[in-house]
């Protein structure tokens, strides 16, 4: 597996891995064992990043993720989140990175994890109502304790990044990227590129849209996320889906699948890109590392983004509800 760095000094393999989905959001997936054979099938094919969340169940993805992983914690990057209030029985309850706050959780992420310290500690979401130089300061206190090594955030602004960056350097940026969402484009990347911070795009393959595995007569389980977001309407799918239809003529061209160019399209960006794909299953794992290998050349990447600019995408990102919550 090729290797990337983030910041000046994380070296992790190209593509990353989201473990999300092994707890939540997508309906019943694998048992405990297949998702901790999972990841650690994930470590012998030379996957370095794992990512995971205090939310992510809540609370059971780190449990998940440190049993998994702990045979092997010299030979990985684990990295997880705050930012939330989540009380004991897993409730939500609006973000929260009081600098007192960060520093609990982080000792909670440890416990769970069942390591010493977390490769990679990111704010989950932006706490309008805390400044972001004291919650910098906080994790700057955990690095200097020895209970982080590397400070990251997700879904911030330009400006807000660079406040915090100024406090303590930010390693990486968590936002989501792909070819049917590109708002990062104009302003995040290149103030990440000044300030030499690493990029790690969630949901690369818009939440399985990219693959061409949906379409508009796709149904999904009752507790399934994706019911609730108006980007899969059954309308909207039918709108979008011209995207993956153009996305799988190139790829049957190169003789490759939808997701595989959606991820070289992204690891062709930037150098610094570090996409996290998340996955419950063996071949769609080995799919989308073989996008490493993927080469598109200076045409293949221009048809990419005419095909990309000639198809408008209908419908939000997430429920309306969500995005205020988050404040996106």
């Known amino acids: 597996m090729d290797k990337r760095i983030l910041g000046h000094n994380l070296e992790v393999s190209a593509l990353g891995l989201g473990c999300m989905g092994m707890s939540q959001s997508y309906g019943p997936g694998p048992d405990r064992a297949a998702n901790i054979q999972l990841l650690r099938d994930a470590v012998d094919l030379g996957v370095t990043l794992f990512d995971t969340a205090e939310i992510y169940g809540p609370f059971h993805n780190e449990i998940l993720v440190g049993e998994a992983l702990r045979p092997v914690r010299d030979s990985v990057v684990i990295a997880t989140k705050f930012g939330f209030d989540v009380t004991p029985d897993g409730k939500r309850h609006g973000t929260n990175s009081q600098p007192e706050h960060v520093k609990k959780v982080a000792d909670e992420c440890l416990g769970r994890l069942g390591i010493d310290v977390i490769d990679l500690f990111y704010q989950h979401r932006v706490d309008p109502n805390v400044p972001i130089e004291d919650t910098a300061g906080a994790v700057k206190e955990l690095i200097e304790a020895g209970k982080v090594r590397h400070f990251g955030m997700s879904e911030a602004a330009a400006a807000t990044i660079r406040r915090a960056h100024t406090v303590q ?25 000044e300030l030499g911070i690493g990029f790690v795009p969630f949901s690369p393959l818009g939440r399985g849209f990219l693959t061409g595995a949906i379409d508009a007569t796709t149904t999904f389980t009752a507790d ?5 977001v108006p980007r899969f309407d059954a309308e909207n799918r039918k709108a979008n889906v011209a995207l993956v239809e153009l996305m799988g003529t190139i ?5 490759v699948s939808t997701a595989q160019i959606a991820l070289a399209w992204l690891l062709a960006q930037k150098p610094w890109i570090v996409p996290i794909p998340g996955t419950r299953h063996m071949d769609r794992l080995k ?5 490493v290998d993927v080469v ?6 221009s048809e990419i983004d005419a095909a990309s600019s000639a198809v408008t995408i209908v419908g939000e990102r997430y429920p309306e509800a969500a995005l205020k919550m988050l404040g996106l």
Do not use: C, M
Request: glycine share 8%; hydrophobic share 35%; no cysteine.
């Open 287 to 291: 799919e989308n590392l073989g996008s």
């Open 169 to 193: 350097p930010v390693t990486a940026l968590q936002s989501e990227y792909s070819l049917w969402e590109r708002g990062v484009e104009a302003e995040i990347l290149p103030t990440l590129e």
């Open 296 to 301: 598109l050349t200076a045409g293949d990447l």
């Open 251 to 255: 790829a049957e061209r190169k003789g």
């Open 224 to 228: 399934d996320f994706r019911n609730t």
